[in-house]
Every structure is written in C-alpha cells, then in structure tokens.
C-alpha cells in the first residue's frame, strides 16, 4: 500500500490535481456568477479555466527551479542543504494558494484573458532568460576553472610553448600550440574543400537546376548533414585514411600514416558542404527574381549575372554560412580522432598525424579524474581558447554581414 | 534579307503572325504590328491582354521562361530575332529594357550604369567608361542629382530616382530601341511626370515601345498606340485617331472605360 501513497503524494501529481481543482473551481464561479447569461462575463468560463491553471503551474515551476538553484549554490559552498521536505511543502505551499486565488478571483469583471496573458508573458521572458543564464552559467564555469588552472600552471607555459605532453604523476607540458595548429590546420583543409563545392553546388542548385532536380538533388545533398560525425570518422578511419596514404603520402615520400591531417580535414570538409550549400542556396534564392532579369536585359550572360549580381547580393548569407562552417569545422572532435590521430604535433606536412584542441580535452578528462591537478583543468583553458576563438569569429561574421547590409539595402 | 528590309522600309520593328503560348494555354494569338524609328508606341490593354508578353518577345527575355513558346516572326532592322544565328545576349544589347519595379543593382550609383558597358567592353579606358556614364546619367535627367555621390549604393535612392537609374543603365548600353514595361506604375504623379518627360526627350535617339495602363499616359507621350485584348492586337494607330476615333467597338469600349 505504500506505493500508493508515495504516488498519490508524489510532487506533480499533487501540482496537477490542484491546477485541475483550481480550473473546474474558476470555471464554476465564473458560471455561477453568469447567472445562466454568458455575455453578462468579462471573459468566457474556458479563459477563467485557462487562468487558473496557469496560475497555478508558473507559480510552482518558478518557486521550484529558485530552490533548486538555491540547493545547488548552497551544496556548492558546503553550507547547509535545503532538506527535501521543505522543498515539497514550500511548493505546495505555492500551488495550493495560486489555486484558491485563482477560484477567488474568477468573478463576473475579472479579465481573465488579460490575466493569462501576463502569465504567459512571463513563461516566455522564463524561456530565454533559461538559455541566456544557462550560457553566462557555461563561461563562468570555464573561467573559474580556467582560473583554478592558471594558478597552478604558468599561462605564459601555456599559450606559448610549443611541447604538449601531459604526464600524470605531475611535471607535465602542457603548451597549447601544437593543439592550436592542429586544429586550425585540419579547419583550413575543411574549408578549402567544403566552401568551393559547396558554393558551386548551390549555385548549380539555385541558378541553373530545374525545379525537378533541385527538388530530388537538394534533400540527398541535406541527407549529408544528419550523418552522425562518428560515421564520418569511421569513413576517414578505414576508407579515405588508407586511400591517401597508399596513393599519395608514400608514393610523394611525405610519410606512411593513414592517419593524417589531410584525411580529417577532407572527411571534415564533406561533412560541411551540406551546411554552405543549403545556407547559400537559400542567400541565393533570396535574391529577387527582378536583379537577374534587370541584368539579363541588358545583355548579361547567365553566368556574369551570378558573378556580378546575384552572389554579391547574396554575399551576406553567404559570408554567414561559410563562418557557421568554420565554427563546426574548429569544434568538431570525432572525425579528429579517428582520422588525424592523437599526436599533438606542429608540422607543415598535411600527411602526418595530427591532433586539435577538442580531441585532447576529451583524452585530458577521460578515466580516473580528480578535477584538481593541472592535467585535468587543462581541458577548461583550452575549452575556454576554443570558445573565444569561435567567438571572435562570430563577431568577424556579424561585422562583415553589418558592413555588406549597409553598403547593399 | 534584303526584300524583308525593302518591303518593311522604315519601320524599326516588324512582327508578323506573332503566337505565344505557356504550356498549353495561348497568351498570344497571332499579332502582326510594325513600329517606326524615333517614334514612341504605347501598348495598352486590360491586365493580363498579353501586352507584356509581346514587349518580352521583343528582346526574347521570354525565352528565360521555360515553358513559354514564341512563333512567328520578328524583325529589327530586317533581321530575324529568333534566328537561330542570332545570340539573345546580344540582341538584348541592342533592345534594352526598363521593368515596371525599379530594380538597381546592389551596387553604387556609378556600376549600376558602367554595368552593361562594362560587360561589352564599350569602352576602352576609364576616362572614356566615366564619360559613357556620365552621358547616360544626363539623357535620363538624373545626372544633376547624383553627380556628387556617384558611389553610394543605388538602391538609396527615391522611386523615381531608382527607376531613372534604371533608365539611364539601359541607355548606357546604346541600345536603339528601348522596351518599358509600365515604367511608371510604382511611381508617384511627380516621379511620374519626370519619366514622362524623360520618354519624350529619348524618342531622339530611341525607338521607344512602352507598355502602359494609363490611357491619359498612353495619351500624353506616344504617337503611335496599340490596343490589345485577349491576347490580340485589336486596333493600332496614331495615338491622335485611337483615343479620338477608334474604328473597333472594342477599343471604345476600353477607352471609354467600359471594358478592363
């Protein structure tokens, strides 16, 4: 008998039965206060019904999520936890006089509608203020241990030297430079590869395709973009890592691993072509259908059309797709590890083994961990380096596409 | 190729017999008209009279259309259009047009214009490239409000403006007959007074053929007018005879507002 005790009592099923106690109890009064004539009410007995509910469910959702922050807080600083009790009543406490207020309330004058919509106002300003804190939560738990990490090795260590090689019974070094190459090596391939093929795809897409290729050639071309990154890496592991060895690393003398910058990137580079095809199709399609009859009327060929009009027209979108590329293209991990390999080293040669920031956070953090040496908070500085990087690189995009905006609407 | 241009003796333009279709359903059905040099020729016409189409078949901007299909035959200059010999891109130099939205290009006041010389390679250094621009700006009386900012973007401009703009990108070409689909009908009564204006001063150097649906324009500027209806050139004449003296019960009917 005592499941169903804890069921009955249990959080959300005692919130949900006063929401519904406080919707029926509104909805009554409000009729009653009718007296039989609906139109005598401010609003229909459904918005009293509608009102209740959520005033009772945004009161309860609120309380809940400020305690359970508040527990967090409280068993981070190893001050005295909120029990489990006082949370339960303290959010029945809530719903219970969210519900009696909202049956209270419902009278023949009270505007419901206008009432419920300030409760949904402020489920909305909840939503973004979740993702705006979640964000500002994820620097400052970088920056804290980024800071924990540079007190006990020196950041001058760090950003400039030129060794990574990590050692856990301490003495370890830990220079973030050959990471740094690595990855913006195997992303300068990427792109290389993925931005012309894709730019020229979504411009046979856009500008020469009938609609019934475009129609069946633009959906296998977006199936490319829901391939899971593990797969790719297998494709460069055994296919693409082997075939560029045998055929161009040994014959060229430039080495014999299959594992190689060359094989990331180009993987890396197929994974993203996807990305700026569709998005410069879609930059492309934006472009009125009046600039290339404007241009074709003066006796522009299709193909001085799109390089004089429609791509410069286009040239913000564009701008955007090829940087949200670069973005994936610098936080992408398993194509890393199952293609360049996991030796962090500062080459030229594009068919040695390489290794990136992302993959050595994860090999930094992967078995016994004590979050408290060097060699595990390392993987927060060098997460900290990776998201400043695509930051600024964000902020290039959106000063280049404000500049083109000016000069082009 | 010499009878055709014998026995079509100054007229620009000749069409005979011109048939339209998209897919299956005709727009046009079997037109015949001849437009003279340096005159102005308005078509006119209630919305979806094919009026457009026909001034499309002129410059063969209809062949951007895919299932659009255009028979007949048309002759600028004595020469047939839709040869097979003849390259549409070329001809659309020679046979400029102005739409009926203003569409300048993304670009400043100066490339919209240096645009179509530039792909022609009309001129051979920059001094002369500035002069070409300079001239088509000065025909299209815009020069004197955009001479100092020739190099900001041309989509800044006003209404008017950008569609004068548009003009003077055609001229700039040096085209010999210039098609205006409804030039106006985006514009206000000022802006439109000036590109009427403008229309009358470009019959020196122009053949000019303009699509409209305000009689009182068709009135105003043209010399010759073209009444189509249902896909069919129903009366063509001076100007003068057709609004004063309409022959077909039709073209009555139109102008005096009863059909349209």
């Known amino acids: 008998m005592m499941w169903v005790f804890d069921t009955i009592l249990s959080l959300p099923v005692l919130v949900i039965g006063l929401a519904v106690l406080a919707m029926i109890g509104a909805q009554v009064r409000a009729r009653l206060a009718a007296g039989g004539d609906l139109r005598r009410l401010a609003a229909l007995p459904r918005a009293h019904a509608v009102n209740a509910a959520l005033s009772v469910l945004i009161p309860v959702l609120a309380c809940y999520a400020a305690l359970s922050v508040a527990r967090m807080i409280g068993r981070q600083q190893g001050a005295q936890i909120l029990p489990d009790r006082t949370l339960f009543w303290a959010v029945l406490a809530v719903a219970l006089i969210g519900c009696i207020d909202a049956i209270l309330r419902a009278s023949a004058r009270f505007r419901a509608r206008a009432a419920s919509e300030a409760w949904i106002k402020a489920l909305l300003i909840a939503a973004s203020t979740t993702a705006i804190l979640t964000t500002v939560g994820i620097v400052f738990s970088m920056v804290f241990e980024a800071a924990n990490f540079f007190g006990q090795y020196g950041w001058r260590d760090f950003f400039l030297s030129t060794e990574w090689a990590p050692n856990f019974r301490g003495n370890s070094a830990l220079g973030i430079l050959p990471l740094l190459w690595g990855t913006l090596y195997v992303s300068f391939i990427a792109l290389a590869f993925a931005v012309p093929v894709g730019l020229f795809a979504a411009i046979y897409l856009s500008e020469y395709a009938g609609p019934r290729l475009r129609g069946i050639a633009k959906p296998l071309i977006e199936i490319l973009a829901g391939i899971p990154t593990i797969v790719y890496g297998l494709f460069a592991l055994i296919t693409i890592g082997p075939m560029l060895r045998d055929y161009f690393a040994q014959p060229l003398g430039l080495g014999d691993s299959a594992s190689s910058v060359m094989t990331a990137g180009l993987v890396m580079g197929i994974m993203l072509i996807p990305f700026v095809s569709s998005l410069s199709d879609d930059a492309m399609g934006a472009v009125p259908q009046a600039m290339r009859d404007g241009s074709s009327a003066l006796g522009a060929t299709r193909s001085e059309t799109i390089r004089q009009v429609v791509l410069p027209a286009a040239l913000p979108g564009i701008m955007g797709a090829v940087l949200l590329a670069a973005s994936r293209a610098i936080g992408e991990t398993m194509i890393v590890v199952l293609g360049a390999g996991a030796a962090a080293r500062l080459s030229l040669n594009p068919f040695e083994a390489m290794t990136t920031i992302t993959v050595k956070i994860v090999s930094q953090l992967t078995g016994d961990t004590d979050f408290a040496s060097p060699e595990t908070l390392v993987a927060f500085a060098l997460g900290l380096t990776l998201f400043t990087l695509t930051l600024c690189l964000n902020v290039v995009a959106l000063m280049i596409v404000r500049k083109y905006r000016e000069q082009y609407e | ?260």
């Not at chain 2, 200059?77 to 020679?94: F, S």
């Not at chain 2, 203003?102 to 051979?124: E, W």
């Not at chain 2, 040096?174 to 590109?195: F, N």
Request: glycine share 8%; charged share 25%.
């Open chain 2, 1 to 260: 190729m010499k009878e055709a241009s014998m026995i079509q003796t100054g007229q620009k333009i000749s069409a005979r017999n011109v048939q339209v279709c998209y897919g299956d359903s005709p727009a046009i059905r079997g037109v015949s008209v001849d437009i003279a040099p340096n005159t102005v020729t308005a078509f006119i016409g209630p919305s979806g009279c094919g009026k457009s189409t026909f001034l499309r078949c002129l410059n063969r901007m209809n062949d951007t259309i895919d299932i659009c299909r255009v028979s007949g035959d048309i002759r600028i200059d004595g020469e047939d259009i839709y040869d097979r010999r003849v390259d549409p891109v070329q001809l659309r130099a020679k046979v400029g047009m102005v739409f009926q939205k203003p569409n300048p290009f993304p670009k400043s006041i100066f490339d919209n214009v240096a645009y179509g010389p530039k792909i022609h390679g009309l001129t051979r250094s920059k001094a002369e490239l500035a002069g070409v621009v300079e001239n088509a700006l000065r025909k299209a009386a815009l020069w004197d409000e955009v001479k100092d900012r020739l190099g900001s973007a041309g989509t800044a401009l006003s209404g008017g403006q950008q569609q004068r703009l548009c003009i003077a990108r055609a001229i700039a070409t040096s085209p010999e007959v210039l098609l205006m689909d409804e030039p106006c009908s985006a514009l206000d009564p000022i802006a439109t007074a000036q590109i009427e204006e403008l229309i009358d001063d470009l019959r020196q150097n122009f053949c000019v053929v303009i699509v409209t649906h305000s009689m009182q324009q068709a009135a105003r500027i043209s010399q010759k007018t073209a009444f189509f209806h249902l896909g069919s050139l129903v009366e063509y004449g001076d100007t003068d005879q057709i609004f004063t003296a309409p022959h077909d019960p039709r073209t009555e009917s139109y102008i005096t507002g009863r059909i349209g």
